[in-house]
């Protein structure tokens, strides 16, 4: 029998990152992934959760909440015909492949090498947000042939190693080779489907100490973070959709930036021991 007492305060944190992360996704058009590893983090390291693969459960539960948010925003774009199916089609194997090789190799690192890479990452992604210019780019068109053939497993694969979804390096990609914004965000939806399932089924198989892992976790996936998180995105993501029409988003998202930075930061901090 699980300790009634660690369960109201999972829940309550947990109510509490789902609302946020919600919020977020549906004001400044982030994933969810960016906002949620860092904090099932401090969450479950607060809860006594410390052990050598924290970040593996932090990883794989934030990608399996991105199965169900993904869907249901590339199903929401597609009815206004804005998913660019082209794209999704030609990209899908080399995501996949990249999503697969990335749970192999995540599952053999120390939580502290992923909370390392997720702070690097992290930080080039808030300075991005922060600095980028919607004019800059790479290039007329998606690439193809060999350039397609290295992007999109590398995708795949470094969204799998932060826990993330198709937005925070697909939408940039996208833009800087002249795809429309609201078209580059509504077809990154389907990359995070495409990142999460085969990446989600790995994880389901990867053995966690049990003294080491929340209640209720399957592998590496905790079955209360999910389920408690998918809920609250989808009942806040709507508000934070009308916010985002009731001011301008650009500000806030340079606020973001600077937040994103700070919790990369002080994830880089704790992984080299300061």
């Given at each position: 029998m699980q300790?009634?007492?660690?369960?109201?305060?999972?829940?309550?944190?947990?109510l509490?990152i789902?609302?946020?992360?919600?919020?977020?996704?549906?004001?400044?058009?982030?994933?969810?992934g960016?906002?949620?590893v860092?904090?099932?983090f401090?969450?479950f390291?607060t809860l006594?959760?410390?052990?050598?693969?924290?970040m593996?459960?932090?990883l794989?539960?934030?990608?399996a909440?991105?199965?169900?948010?993904?869907?249901?925003?590339?199903?929401?774009?597609?009815?206004?015909g804005?998913?660019?199916w082209?794209?999704?089609?030609?990209?899908?194997?080399g995501?996949?492949?990249?999503a697969v090789l990335?749970?192999?190799?995540?599952?053999?690192?120390?939580?502290?090498t992923?909370?390392a890479?997720?702070?690097v990452?992290?930080?080039?992604?808030?300075?991005?947000?922060?600095?980028?210019?919607?004019?800059?780019?790479?290039g007329?068109?998606m690439?193809?042939?060999?350039?397609?053939?290295?992007?999109?497993?590398?995708?795949?694969?470094?969204?799998?190693?932060?826990?993330?979804?198709?937005?925070?390096?697909g939408?940039?990609?996208m833009s800087?080779?002249?795809?429309?914004?609201?078209?580059?965000?509504?077809?990154?939806?389907?990359?995070?489907?495409?990142?999460?399932?085969?990446?989600v089924?790995?994880?389901?198989?990867?053995?966690i100490d049990a003294?080491?892992?929340?209640?209720?976790?399957i592998?590496?996936?905790?079955l209360?973070?999910?389920a408690?998180?998918?809920?609250?995105?989808?009942?806040?993501?709507p508000l934070?959709?009308?916010?985002?029409?009731?001011?301008?988003?650009?500000?806030?998202?340079?606020?973001?930036?600077?937040?994103?930075?700070l919790?990369?930061?002080?994830?880089?901090?704790?992984?080299?021991g300061?």
């Open positions: 300790d009634p007492v660690l369960l109201m305060q999972m829940f309550a944190l947990l509490v789902g609302a946020f992360a919600g919020v977020l996704a549906g004001l400044l058009g982030v994933g969810g960016i906002v949620l860092p904090a099932f401090y969450a390291q006594g959760y410390d052990g050598p693969q924290l593996q459960m932090c794989a539960t934030s990608l909440t991105i199965i169900v948010t993904s869907v249901r925003s590339v199903l929401s774009h597609n009815k206004k804005a998913v660019d082209d794209i999704l089609r030609s990209w899908a194997p995501i996949a492949a990249g990335g749970v192999l190799v995540a599952a053999s690192l120390r939580s502290s992923l909370q890479l997720f702070g990452l992290g930080i080039v992604i808030g300075l991005y947000m922060g600095f980028g210019r919607s004019e800059w780019r790479l007329d068109a690439p193809k042939g060999v350039r397609l053939a290295l992007y999109s497993p590398f995708m795949g694969f470094m969204s799998v190693l932060m826990g993330i979804g198709g937005g925070s390096f939408v940039p990609l800087l080779y002249n795809v429309p914004i609201h078209r580059a965000v509504a077809t990154a939806a389907g990359f995070g489907m495409l990142i999460a399932v085969p990446s089924f790995g994880f389901l198989f990867l053995e003294g080491m892992r929340p209640p209720y976790t592998g590496a996936v905790n209360v973070a999910f408690i998180v998918v809920a609250m995105t989808l009942m806040t993501a934070g959709v009308k916010l985002a029409h009731a001011m301008d988003p650009k500000p806030l998202k340079r606020v973001f930036a600077v937040f994103l930075t919790v990369a930061l002080n994830m880089l901090r704790k992984a080299v300061w």
